[in-house]
Structure formats: C-alpha cells, structure tokens
C-alpha cells in the first residue's frame, strides 16, 4: 500500500537523512560489526529517492516518525558506548 508524501514525509525523510549521515560518518565507523549489519538493515527499509521521486511511499507519517525515533535511539546507544565525535550532527527528533 502506497502512501502520498507529504510535506510531513518530506521533513522525516530529510531527518532520517541526516541521521543517516551522521550515523555513516560519524559513529558506525568504531561500531561493532553488528552494529553496522543492523543500521543496513534498518536503513534499506527507509523509502528510497525513486519512491520519493513517485510521489508514493511504502510507511504512513507516524509510522516514519517511529522510525526516525527508533533510528535516533540507535545513535543514542553508539554514543552511550564512546564520546560522540566533535564533528557529530545533532537532526532534531521527531515532532510527533
């Protein structure tokens, strides 16, 4: 079932992406295996451009917005197991 992107779509998609940004530079490289094995995973499941690109997306807006609130809670883990990165990107969470 598709999904019509909305301007609320759009804002958690553009959060997400910056998480996974700062994610990718920032905290996966001193992560465990694991920990990079699951980010993939989880990260492969995030509407891609060509959806975007459609104008339809496979998640609703809430249920997005769990996604980048389970997404920040797995940067919140790497960071409580070593000191975040001077560099490291802050996204604001989700508003939901």
């Known amino acids: 079932m598709g999904h019509e992107?909305?301007?609320r779509v759009r804002q958690l998609v553009e959060q997400f992406r910056l998480l996974s940004d700062d994610l990718q530079r920032h905290w996966l490289p001193g992560a465990s295996d694991e920990a990079r094995?699951?980010?993939a995973a989880f990260r492969s499941e995030w509407p891609t451009d060509e959806e975007i690109d459609r104008g339809l997306v496979g998640f609703s807006e809430n249920e997005l917005g769990w996604m980048l609130a389970k997404?920040?809670?797995f940067r919140a883990i790497?960071?409580?197991?070593?000191p975040p990165p001077p560099t490291a990107?802050?996204?604001?969470?989700?508003?939901?």
Do not use: D, F, K, Y
């Open 37 to 39: 094995v699951e980010w």
């Open 89 to 96: 990107r802050q996204p604001e969470g989700p508003s939901i």
């Open 5 to 7: 992107i909305t301007p």
């Open 71 to 73: 997404g920040l809670r």
């Open 78 to 82: 790497l960071a409580s197991a070593s």
